[in-house]
C-alpha cells in the first residue's frame, strides 16, 4: 500500500509529526542499489552496520551523519596500469553512496575497518523518562 503524503486529507489529520512525514516521503522515493553487500545486526539497544567493501581502502571511504541521514560513498578514483590487462574483474571497486535513514534516539558509536569490512556501531539512547522504572508502593 502506498501513502501519499501529499493528500490533504492525511496531512491536515497528523499534526506535529513534520519531521517524520519528510524523512518517510524521502525514503519512499529513494532506490537503493544492492552493492555493495551488507548486514544488519541488532542486539538490546546496540545496531552494527557490516558492509562488504573488499579492496577498498579505509581512506576513500567517507561517512557521514546528516540530519538523522548516515551516508557511506565511496568514489572510484581507480588508477589503471597501462601495463597490465584484466582477463576478469570479479571484485567490484565501483563508485557506491549508502544512505541509512536513522530513528531520532539512534546515535553512531563509531566505526572500523579489518578485513575488507567496514563496520558502523550504533547504540539507541534512551531519555530517562523512557527507561522502564520501578514504581514504590507507599
Known amino acids: ?45 546496540k545496531f552494527q552496520i557490516e558492509i562488504a567493501l573488499a579492496g577498498i581502502d579505509k581512506k576513500d571511504v567517507d561517512i557521514e551523519l546528516c540530519d538523522g541521514i548516515l551516508t557511506i560513498t565511496h568514489n572510484n578514483g581507480e588508477e589503471t596500469n597501462s601495463n597490465t590487462e584484466t582477463v576478469h574483474r570479479g ?34 539512547v534512551l531519555p530517562d523518562h523512557k527507561k522502564p522504572r520501578v514504581i514504590d508502593i507507599k
Not at 500500500?1 to 491536515?12: E, G, K, Q, V, Y
Not at 517524520?20 to 525514503?27: A, G, Y
Not at 557506491?96 to 567496514?118: M, P, Q, Y
Open 1 to 45: 500500500m502506498l501513502i501519499n503524503f501529499t493528500d490533504p486529507m492525511f496531512s491536515n489529520r497528523v499534526l506535529g509529526f513534520e519531521t517524520l512525514v519528510d524523512r518517510l516521503e524521502r525514503i519512499s522515493n529513494e532506490s537503493q542499489s544492492s552493492y555493495p553487500p551488507y548486514n544488519i545486526y541488532k542486539d538490546g539497544l
Open 91 to 124: 571484485i567490484a571497486k565501483r563508485s557506491f553512496k549508502l544512505k541509512f535513514t536513522l530513528a531520532e534516539d539512534l546515535e553512531v558509536i563509531g566505526a572500523a575497518s579489518k578485513n575488507g569490512l567496514l563496520t558502523i556501531d550504533l547504540e539507541k
